[in-house]
């Protein structure tokens, strides 16, 4: 019984190769390209055919209805019988007959003829022609063998015709010829592992036919390491690749020979509409052997993206390893999310220097643009392989501007699909050869690796980025007097997140707090006891503690949690209208100040242990006053040292910045202070406040309110005297409304003194009641008409622009803001 290894007995796939190329003398093959300016196709190079009784035309008019103009303008391959050829025009395969004029004949009885198109729809490069002398030779093994044959043309007519260009040759756009692009084809049967390859295949990886015993293994064994996996990934059951796209790899002959090759497949599925047979060509890509100037690029180009830690980075070295070498007047480097072309780079970066279409497209700091819309690149993305553009090509609106001088789309592959793609276009008239079209090649599979593994990092960075800004303020309060402005980065080394954190915390009368800090370590559990301290000084804060009861009181929290993790801190209570600031440092860096006159200094500011070391530990105070125009700086030690830089330098440099910088944008002066350095070691927090002082300081008062029965009396008489002593007569009758309300709550519902505030400033009236109670007064949700009570803060908060309470030491605030016509206020100031 013969052994039954699952191949298809058929002619075609035993003798493919030679029927394609004409080795076996007995077909005949041509490729056919577009003439310069005349709108024909003409014969660019024709292989076999040697004692054959026909011959194919020198030209075919795009115009007419021969197959082979309908193959080029529909990109469909045509298949066609003799009877079917002769209802063509200008078709025929006799001989010229000089008796006949220009040769027209009528083709043999027995002969099929397959026209296929070379390249995709946005780039036409010609038609493949196979003549085979057997009638309905081309069964559909045969026709899957052909297509990736024509594909493989494709590739290799791209590269030559380019080197061609290069050196401005125009005798034959296939240049040595297509035997130079030869190919041998195999078939692989899935389920067994066993293959049938031609003599062509063996040659190609130096096996001697004899010795093959059509194990796909075999075949393996001569692969280098490194484009194993890439193998493996198409051959294994279930890796199905994409159609048209083609694999570059290399292998190791007998003779220790690097050579490459190229690999262009297609799986068929059986019955069941499982995978189960796989036809595929391969050919010798020996355009893609680098050369030594190349390797030195590609070498520099591997080194510097080994320390690329963020897409970013990635094409940052990718833009700036290029760029020269080629020449080149733009490049972009775009991820490829979903359907989406997502740009990371773009050299140059302003849009000016770059085609309407993307300009268009800047949604934000890059365009974000759909492929949909770029056809020409979607369909290179899809064949996953390196595409030129000479100048003058006809591209859509999005490319030609690109490289009006001449074009390349890297697509970047990694993990057997692509990532991404870059973009290279030049100016001037640029002529691409086979040295630059491998130097591309090899760019594009290291890139795409590059991108896979940043955008990973780049992936728990920003994980680790999210939850340390999660837990810090999203924006900071306006404040009156001074401006405020915040940088936070975070370390680059390393994925775990800092525990660096800051806070602008607006309090009673005028005041505000400034905080920094920094928890030890860098962890999920510092990032977690950052965010507990931050909450902590927040509401001690806002509770009306002074500066150094808020410190100790945080650190005997820090004692009481499950942590040896300590704290360092600065806190800042700063009196808005008197300028003066106090000061409390517990183990962190001391405050920087920048004076009017342009000199800086580092803070004399008695200071006490980290929080979480000592339960006894003090936390002195340290006043100081501020002029209005100066600007204090409160930073961490990730700014101003690393493992190279020594706190003392560092704190000298940020002074030197300091003092050069503009105050008049506090923003831009944060900015300054973090520089340009792209490697961290440490998360770096910085908070810059620059005081101006109060404009129209506020005006105030004060009363004490006695508890009998018409204490609300005296409260609404000492208000209308006090607010027409300060010119505000259009609002006293809301003024005393609210005065009433908030007196009669804290009156009947607290024990214990009660105190009325007054307060003008700028075009508003605060109206404050301070009472001994915890407890916030709630609103109803709705009033019985029938009730008694519960209709004072409904009226409060329709009388008020704004009011809230806010908790005091030993009790609680309820406050009332009150809008004033700007005639008022600037009467009381006349007066």
């Known amino acids: 019984m013969a052994y039954d290894d699952g191949f298809p007995r058929t002619e075609a796939v035993q003798e493919v190769t030679a029927r394609v190329l004409g080795s076996s003398g007995a077909e005949l093959t041509a490729v056919y390209v577009p003439a310069e300016g005349d709108g024909d196709l003409q014969l660019a190079e024709m292989v076999g055919g040697s004692g054959v009784p026909y011959q194919l035309p020198t030209r075919f008019p795009l115009s007419g209805n021969s197959p082979v103009a309908t193959a080029y303008r529909t990109g469909r391959p045509q298949w066609l019988s003799a009877a079917e050829l002769a209802e063509h025009d200008g078709v025929t395969t006799t001989p010229p007959d000089p008796d006949r004029g220009n040769g027209a ?30 009638p309905d030779a081309f069964d559909a093994d045969h026709r899957h063998l052909l297509e990736l044959h024509a594909d493989q043309v494709a590739a290799g007519l791209e590269a030559i015709a380019a080197r061609m260009m290069a050196r401005t040759e125009r005798r034959s756009l296939l240049g040595p010829g297509l035997d130079t692009l030869r190919g041998g084809a195999f078939t692989l049967v899935l389920h067994t592992g066993r293959m049938r390859a031609d003599a062509l295949v063996l040659e190609l990886f130096g096996i001697a036919p004899q010795d093959f015993d059509r194990r796909v293994e075999t075949l393996l064994e001569r692969t280098a390491p490194d484009d194993v996996p890439a193998l493996m990934s198409i051959v294994e059951p279930g890796g199905v690749p994409a159609t048209g796209q083609q694999l570059s790899f290399r292998i190791r002959r007998p003779n220790g020979e690097l050579r490459w090759l ?90 000016e220097s770059w085609p309407e279409w993307w300009q268009a497209e800047w949604r934000s700091e890059w ?30 609106q999005g490319l030609t501007g690109i490289g009006p001088g001449g074009l390349a789309v ?56 999210m939850l340390q800004r999660s837990l810090l303020p999203r924006k900071l309060p306006e404040l009156g007097g001074a401006v405020a ?85 600065c806190y800042v209570d700063l009196d808005m209208e008197e300028g003066i600031a106090w000061f409390v440092r517990a183990g962190h860096l001391p405050p920087l100040l920048r004076y009017p006159d342009g000199s800086t200094e580092e803070m004399t500011v008695e200071g006490g242990p980290p929080l979480g070391v000592a339960g006894d530990g003090e936390f002195p105070l340290t006043e100081i006053g501020l002029s209005p125009g100066t600007v204090l700086v409160l930073l961490t030690d990730g700014l101003a040292e690393s493992a190279s830089l020594p706190l003392e330098d560092g704190i000298r440099r940020v002074r030197d910045v300091l003092a050069a910088a503009d105050p008049a944008d506090a923003g831009r002066l944060a900015d300054d202070l973090l520089g340009s350095a792209k490697r961290r070691d440490d998360d770096v927090a910085v908070l810059v406040l620059r005081y101006d002082g109060m404009r129209v300081r506020p005006t105030r008062a004060r009363w004490a309110v006695w ?67 915890p407890r916030t007064p709630v609103k109803p949700a709705s009033v019985d008409w029938e009730a008694t009570g519960g209709r004072g803060l409904l009226l409060v908060e329709a009388m008020s622009s704004s009011w809230g309470s806010v908790p005091l030491s030993g009790g609680k605030q309820v406050w009332s803001e009150i809008s004033l016509q700007p005639g008022e206020r600037i009467g009381a100031a006349d007066g």
């Open 707 to 773: 508890r009998l029965p018409d204490a609300v009396m005296h409260a609404r008489r000492f208000t209308a005297r006090t607010l027409r002593s300060w010119g505000v007569t259009e609002e006293l009758d809301v003024a005393l409304l609210v005065v009433s309300e908030l007196v009669t709550n804290a009156i009947a519902h607290t024990q214990g003194e009660v105190q009325l505030d007054l307060t003008l400033a700028a075009d508003r009236l605060r109206i404050a009641v301070n009472d001994a109670s």
């Open 262 to 351: 190229s690999l262009r497949c297609r799986v068929l599925v059986g019955a069941d509409g499982m995978p189960e047979r796989m036809l595929g060509v391969v050919a010798d890509a020996s355009y893609l052997r680098p050369t030594a100037d190349e390797v030195s690029i590609v070498q520099r180009l591997s080194t510097a993206l080994a320390g690329a830690t963020t897409v970013r980075d990635v094409s940052r070295t990718v833009t700036a390893t290029l760029r020269a070498p080629l020449a080149a007047a733009r490049i972009a480097v775009a991820e490829l999310e979903a359907d989406r072309l997502v740009v990371k780079l773009m050299d140059p970066p302003e849009p």
């Open 410 to 465: 890297l697509p970047l592959p990694a993990d057997g699909r692509v990532v991404g793609v870059c973009l290279v276009g030049w100016d001037q008239e640029h002529g691409f050869g086979p040295e630059e079209r491998s130097l591309l090649t090899a760019t594009a599979g290291l890139v795409g690796q590059a991108l896979v593994r940043a955008h990973a990092l780049d992936a728990g960075h920003e994980l680790a980025t």
């Open 485 to 569: 402005a915040v940088r936070y980065l975070p370390a680059t080394v390393g994925l775990e997140v800092g525990g660096d954190w800051y806070d602008v915390i607006p309090l009673s009368d005028g005041h505000v707090a400034l905080v920094i800090g920094d928890v030890e370590g860098h962890s999920a559990g510092a990032a977690t006891i950052m965010g507990q301290m931050r909450t902590a000084i927040r509401a001690y804060a806002v509770e009306g503690h002074p500066p150094d009861v808020v410190v100790a009181h945080a650190n005997r929290l820090l004692l009481g949690m499950e942590t040896d993790l300590f704290a360092t801190c």
């Open 367 to 396: 365009p974000d643009a759909s492929c949909h819309a770029l056809p020409t690149l979607e369909h290179v993305l899809r064949a996953g392989h390196v595409a030129l553009w000479p100048p003058g090509a006809e591209l859509e």
């Open 105 to 134: 004949g009528r083709p043999p009885a027995e002969v099929s003829v397959g026209v296929l198109p070379l390249g995709g729809e946005a780039k036409r490069l010609g038609c493949l022609v196979v003549v085979d002398q057997a």
